[in-house]
């Protein structure tokens, strides 16, 4: 079991560019999140996935952020014209649906706006 | 308004001593609380966590103790080792809110050999 896999580790786009950012959760697991950590806001909850479907996307910002699971396999997280302050590690987890608490995070993927 | 707070930002112990890591809460309908480590580079992972059913949760060298009336919780850490250096993150849910987790903001453990 590799855990949860990110790609890339660290990203680094020009102000304006588009960033998408791949997850592929645990095999048979079937809830799929995404969090955002940075230095001043720490860790926050941006979405959510279950079976595919998104549930809950209350943390995500309303202008320039997508997040999309097309199959069990992976989920991608796309923000359109980067911003400095979009800047942070963003983290990928997953569980099984009946933990759904019991979250398992990958290594998280690096994005630097210049 | 930060929901979960953590103290103390930083703590630097010895080897063999037990590290004693602080958290409160805002929100009286959280019922999970979950604690996570998480060393450079790496995503945090699951330590230990505790239902508000429970007042103490004990997983080896760690141990949740939780006082519901105080909105308090800390995570102990007995026998500490250079290993266990790592920022540790409190964290809590709602009921029926699925991987909805609000984070402290962590508190930095060194431990020196």
């Known amino acids: 079991n590799a855990g949860v896999i990110q790609t890339p580790r660290h990203k680094v786009t020009g102000k304006g560019q588009e960033a998408t950012l791949w997850c592929e959760p645990i095999s048979g697991h079937s809830a799929v999140f995404w969090y955002r950590q940075t230095i001043v806001q720490g860790l926050e909850f941006l979405t959510y996935?279950?079976?595919?479907?998104?549930?809950?996307d209350s943390g995500m910002p309303k202008e320039r952020f997508s997040a999309q699971m097309p199959n069990q396999s992976h989920s991608t997280l796309k923000i359109q014209s980067t911003q400095p302050q979009d800047s942070a590690v963003y983290l990928c987890a997953s569980s099984l649906v009946w933990s759904q608490n019991t979250l398992y995070f990958g290594a998280g993927t690096r994005l630097s706006v210049l | 308004q930060q929901q979960v707070r953590q103290s103390p930002q930083s703590l630097t112990v010895w080897e063999g001593e037990t590290a004693i890591l602080n958290c409160s809460y805002e929100n009286s309908a959280f019922d999970y609380f979950p604690w996570y480590q998480q060393f450079p580079g790496e995503g945090p992972a699951l330590l230990i966590s505790i239902l508000s059913v429970s007042d103490k949760k004990e997983d080896g060298r760690f141990t949740i103790f939780f006082n519901k009336r105080e909105k308090k919780l800390s995570l102990h850490i007995a026998d500490s080792q250079p290993g266990d250096s790592a920022t540790y993150f409190c964290a809590a849910s709602r009921p029926q809110v699925v991987g909805q987790l609000t984070f402290g903001r962590g508190t930095r453990l060194q431990v020196y050999a």
């Open positions: 996935f279950r079976n595919q479907a998104p549930i809950d």
